[in-house]
C-alpha cells in the first residue's frame, strides 16, 4: 500500500526568508502524481505544485518549488520570500498513475510565518 | 465565488442520532469525492461518485453513506454517529477520474457528536 509521510508537525519560518517542508513517500507504482495542499484557516484545499513521476525537471509556480527526488522518494515543498498569507497547514499527497481518482495525504505540517 | 459550497460549515449532533452533510457544486463536474479528515490525521477518502456510479473504498464503515440526486449536490449520511466520527468532511470534485485532473476542495464541515 501506498503511504505519504511528513516528519514535521509545525514549522515556522521568518517573513521573506525560504523553508522547506519535507515529504517522503512509499510506493511500488512507476506511474504517478504527487502534490503539495495548502490548508489555510479557511479550511479550504487548495493545490499549490503538482508532479508528474516521469517528469525528472522540478515543478516550479511562481514562489513554490518542489526537489522531487525518485530514488530517494522524497517531494520536499520550498517556500521562497514567505509572505504572512502563507501560513496554513501543507500537506503532501499522492495519486496513482491511470484511471484512478484517490489521493493518499501525509498527516500535514502547520506552518507559521512570523513578521 | 464559491464553486464547491459545503453546509453547515459546522455540524453538532448526538450518539447515535443520524446527520446529513450537503455539498453542491456549481463547476458541473462529473466526479464528487468526500474525505473524512480527523484532528492531526491525513485526509482520508470515503468514497466518490462518478456520474451516478457510487464508489466505496473498502475501509469505510457501512455507517456511511451517500446520495448524489443529481449533478450539483452529494450529501453524506451518517446513520449513528459515534464519538469517533468527529471530524473535518470535505468536499471535493474533480471533471473526470484522471489521475492529472485538479481536484476543487470545498471548505468542509467541522462535525461534533455530543
Known amino acids: 500500500a501506498q503511504t505519504v509521510t511528513q516528519s514535521q508537525p509545525e514549522m515556522s519560518v521568518q517573513e521573506a526568508e525560504t523553508v522547506t517542508l519535507s515529504c517522503t513517500y512509499d510506493t511500488s507504482e512507476s506511474d504517478y502524481y504527487l502534490f503539495w495542499y495548502k490548508q489555510p484557516p479557511s479550511r479550504q484545499m487548495i493545490l499549490v505544485i503538482r508532479?508528474?513521476?516521469?517528469?525528472?525537471q522540478n515543478a516550479t509556480e511562481n514562489r513554490f518549488s518542489v526537489n522531487f527526488q525518485k530514488a530517494a522518494k522524497s517531494f520536499s515543498l520550498k517556500i521562497s520570500d514567505s509572505q504572512l498569507g502563507d501560513a496554513a497547514m501543507y500537506f503532501c499527497a499522492y495519486r496513482r498513475g491511470g484511471a484512478t481518482n484517490k489521493l493518499i495525504f501525509g498527516t500535514g505540517t502547520l506552518l507559521a510565518v512570523q513578521p | 465565488d464559491a464553486m464547491v459550497i459545503q453546509n453547515p460549515r459546522y455540524q453538532v449532533t448526538q450518539f447515535g442520532k443520524p446527520v446529513t452533510l450537503s455539498c453542491s457544486q456549481t463547476l458541473n463536474h462529473n466526479v464528487m469525492y468526500w474525505y473524512q479528515q480527523k484532528s492531526s490525521q491525513a485526509p482520508k477518502l470515503l468514497f466518490h461518485y462518478y456520474d451516478k456510479d457510487f464508489n466505496n473504498e473498502a475501509d469505510t464503515p457501512d455507517n456511511f453513506q451517500s446520495r448524489r440526486p443529481n449533478t450539483s449536490f452529494c450529501f453524506l449520511d451518517i446513520r449513528s454517529p459515534g464519538l469517533g466520527d468527529a471530524a473535518m468532511y470535505l468536499c471535493a470534485t474533480s471533471r473526470q477520474v484522471r489521475v492529472n485532473e485538479k481536484l476543487f476542495f470545498g471548505s468542509g464541515t467541522q462535525l461534533s457528536v455530543l
Open positions: 508532479q508528474e513521476a516521469y517528469k525528472q
